[in-house]
Antibody, heavy 124, light 111 residues
Framework: QITLKESGPTLVKSTQTLTLTCTFSGFSLITSEVGVGWIRQPPGKALEWLALIYWNDDKRFSPSLKSRLTISKDTFKNQVVLTMTNMDPVDTATYYC????????????????WGQGTLVTVSS | QSALTQPASVSGSPGQSITISCTGTSSDVGGYNYVSWYQQHPGKAPKLMIYDVNNRPSGVSNRFSGSKSGNTASLTISGLQAEDEADYSCSSYTSSSTPWVFGGGTKLTVL
């Protein structure tokens, strides 16, 4: 059974750095051809893809946020960590951890597995 | 403003059918058969309902179906049930600088 769960602060101040951790189970980032990523959703607004890290340490970032984002993995702890610098109130959102899988037909362009999400509020 | 355009709201009575549209461009919806749809109940994570335009994941009711014509994808829910009341968002792979884009979401109300 595949599960993902986000953890991190619920409140950060403007200009601070946000660090979120995704702890997963049911798959491995060592041997599996998978990627773990982050998607966020401001209250009442659309989903927005942020970043993805693959089993081979390949990393992808949203161009609009690339300068502020870092993503890393700890394969032994089954964790992926996202950091976002210089937080602003517009970054207030629920942040989701997601799994990207590869099948016989290639890489999926959809997300079956999501974490429960963690709401991060940025105060000014 | 979201990359993909969806109506803000739709409604229908139990048993009826509704369709939600998702309009993009030739760089996303129109260019690839990689449109997906997500259902989201308040305070919950999105749930995949349709992938690759018209495929249902295991466990999703066959009342949900997807299609695409040109730059517009559609999600149809037939035999509306009270439990279908939720927000629905579309997504597409895109050849632009970010690999996936999303619609702004459509609130479905079951009357």
């Amino acid at each position: 059974q595949i599960t993902l769960k986000e953890s991190g602060p619920t409140l950060v101040k403007s200009t601070q750095t946000l660090t979120l951790t995704c702890t997963f189970s049911g798959f491995s980032l060592i041997t599996s051809e998978v990627g773990v990523g982050w998607i966020r959703q401001p209250p009442g607004k659309a989903l927005e893809w942020l970043a993805l890290i693959y089993w081979n340490d390949d990393k992808r970032f949203s161009p609009s946020l690339k300068s502020r984002l870092t993503i890393s993995k700890d394969t032994f702890k089954n964790q992926v960590v996202l950091t976002m610098t210089n937080m602003d109130p517009v970054d207030t959102a629920t942040y989701y951890c997601v799994l990207r899988q590869r099948s016989s037909s290639g890489w999926s362009n959809y997300f079956v597995y999501w974490g429960q999400g963690t709401l991060v509020t940025v105060s000014s | 403003q979201s990359a993909l355009t969806q109506p803000a709201s739709v409604s229908g009575s139990p048993g009826q059918s509704i369709t939600i549209s998702c309009t993009g461009t030739s760089s996303d919806v129109g260019g690839y058969n990689y449109v997906s749809w997500y259902q989201q109940h308040p305070g919950k994570a999105p749930k995949l309902m349709i992938y690759d335009v018209n495929n249902r994941p295991s466990g999703v009711s066959n009342r949900f179906s997807g299609s695409k014509s040109g730059n517009t994808a559609s999600l149809t829910i037939s035999g509306l049930q009270a439990e279908d009341e939720a927000d629905y968002s579309c997504s597409s792979y895109t050849s632009s600088s970010t690999p996936w884009v999303f619609g702004g979401g459509t609130k479905l109300t079951v009357l």
